[in-house]
C-alpha cells in the first residue's frame, strides 16, 4: 500500500480529478497548500516597472525570502499494483514542460483502517 502526493497548480485541480475518475481512482484528499520550489523569480518580465538596479536587487531580495505560491496538494492510497497508472495520470494531466508543472512523492504505508467497518489494509482503501 502508498501514499502518493502530488503538490500541483491550483488550475490543474478538477483536470486531475477528472483524469483520476476516469481512471477508476476517485478517492483523493485535497489541500490548499502554499510553498516554493528552487526556481528564483524571472524578473525580466517586470523590469521596465522597477526603476534602477537598486530597486531591483532589493525587489529580489524580498521576493526570494517571502515569496510562496498557492498550490493544491492531492493525496491519494493506492494498492502497490495501481501506483504507475495513478502516477502516469497525474504526470500527463499536469506537465507542461514549464518550471512549476509540480512533484510527486510516493510514501510506503505500513496499514489503513477503515473506522466504520475496521477493515485493515488494502481493503481499508
Do not use: W
Not at 502554499?34 to 532589493?58: A, C, H, T, W
Amino acid at each position: 500500500m502508498k501514499e502518493i502526493m502530488a503538490i500541483i497548480r491550483m488550475n490543474m485541480v478538477e483536470k486531475t480529478k477528472e483524469a483520476l475518475l476516469k481512471g477508476g481512482n476517485p478517492a483523493i484528499t485535497c489541500l490548499k497548500v502554499l510553498g516554493r520550489g528552487r526556481q528564483k523569480v524571472d524578473f525580466s518580465m517586470i523590469e521596465d516597472y522597477i526603476p534602477n538596479l537598486m530597486d531591483q536587487k532589493m525587489a529580489e531580495e524580498l521576493s526570494e525570502i517571502h515569496r510562496l505560491i498557492s498550490k493544491r496538494l492531492i493525496i491519494i492510497l493506492a494498492k502497490d499494483e495501481d501506483v504507475k497508472e495513478i502516477v502516469d495520470e497525474i504526470i500527463e494531466v499536469n506537465r507542461t514542460g514549464n518550471p512549476g508543472d509540480g512533484k510527486i512523492f510516493v510514501i510506503n504505508i505500513a496499514d489503513a483502517m477503515r473506522i466504520r467497518t475496521e477493515e485493515t489494509g488494502d481493503m481499508a482503501i
